[in-house]
């Protein structure tokens, strides 16, 4: 398959050179000082806070050609629609991965209903200049696997040609029969995480304030009891369904853990506010 990576940030850029090292026809595309950056070293990659920084000499590209069998899209929600205008002459079927709640509706009445995928990427890390530092790998978070599916659910010969694609890279992927429904929940759960964490100066600082993560609880409760689609994966439930004390606790020791320290929570960047102002849009539109 050729495929086009569109966005270096630290998701499409992991992705992007795990792709590129297992063999696949894979181009990245980058704009302004990221581009310039991987043009001349490569996607730099450092688990957690190791000193070892690896280069993966990823094909970089400032604007897409004519034609893919699969795009991937990671970039934030506020940027969706430069993106759909940029993709609209081109072709080839178009995967998101990224945070989004207004349905695959809104993409394919730019790009074409029946190019559309939805995803959303499992990995993490932050950007530190130009060095994107991942967090270290777990039992648990191999075992935790990137969803993807079509927006009607069904399961198609390209769902499964780019499920398998993707394994094939090491990358741990599965079908989703409810994506949207799936993107909704998440949603319904990031926008009080993100706005809490923002407001506290960061994951640890708001695991030392029992407080405010109560009150970020009680949004996420009344947010997802609010939503017209399923709970998915029906995990989410448990936000409503236990008691207090005990998801206060388990989101406290969450904060603290590698895995939020060393992920997008731990971004102060405008453009995360804007994403969140986003999603909070969304959320309120009509399922």
């Known amino acids: 398959m050729k495929l086009l990576v569109y966005g270096a940030g630290v998701c499409g850029s992991l992705f992007a050179a795990r792709l590129h090292e297992t063999g696949h026809d894979v181009s990245l595309l980058a704009r302004g000082g990221r581009l310039t950056a991987l043009r001349q070293h490569g996607v730099q990659l ?13 094909p970089v590209i400032e604007h897409p050609g004519s034609e893919y069998d699969l795009i991937t899209v990671f970039v934030r929600t506020h940027q969706v629609d430069a993106v759909l205008e940029s993709l609209a002459g081109v072709q080839g079927d178009v995967l998101f991965l990224l945070n989004w709640a207004a349905g695959p509706e809104a993409l394919g009445a730019v790009i074409g209903h029946d190019r559309v995928l939805l995803g959303f990427p499992m990995t993490g890390g932050t950007l530190n200049g130009d060095v994107i530092r991942y967090r270290k790998s777990s039992f648990l978070t191999r075992r935790v696997a990137m969803p993807i599916g079509e927006p009607d659910g069904r399961t198609s010969p390209r769902l499964e040609r780019t499920v398998e694609t993707f394994r094939t890279a090491g990358i741990n992927a599965k079908a989703e029969p409810q994506m949207d429904a799936w993107l909704r929940t998440h949603a319904a759960f990031e926008v009080p995480l993100g706005q809490a964490v923002r407001g506290a100066g960061g994951p640890e600082a708001l695991a030392e304030d029992p407080d405010a993560v109560r009150g970020m609880l ?7 009891a609010a939503m017209e689609t ?58």
């Open 46 to 58: 450092a688990e957690g806070d190791s000193p070892d920084v690896r280069r993966v000499p990823v």
């Open 218 to 224: 009680h949004l996420m409760r009344q947010n997802l």
């Open 230 to 287: 399923p709970l998915v994966p029906r995990a989410f439930a448990a936000l409503r369904a236990l008691p207090q004390g005990l998801l206060v606790a388990a989101l406290r020791r969450f904060l603290k853990s590698p895995t939020a320290v060393h992920s997008g929570l731990n971004d102060p960047s405008p453009a995360v506010a804007a994403e969140l102002e986003r999603l909070t849009e969304q959320l309120r539109a009509p399922a």
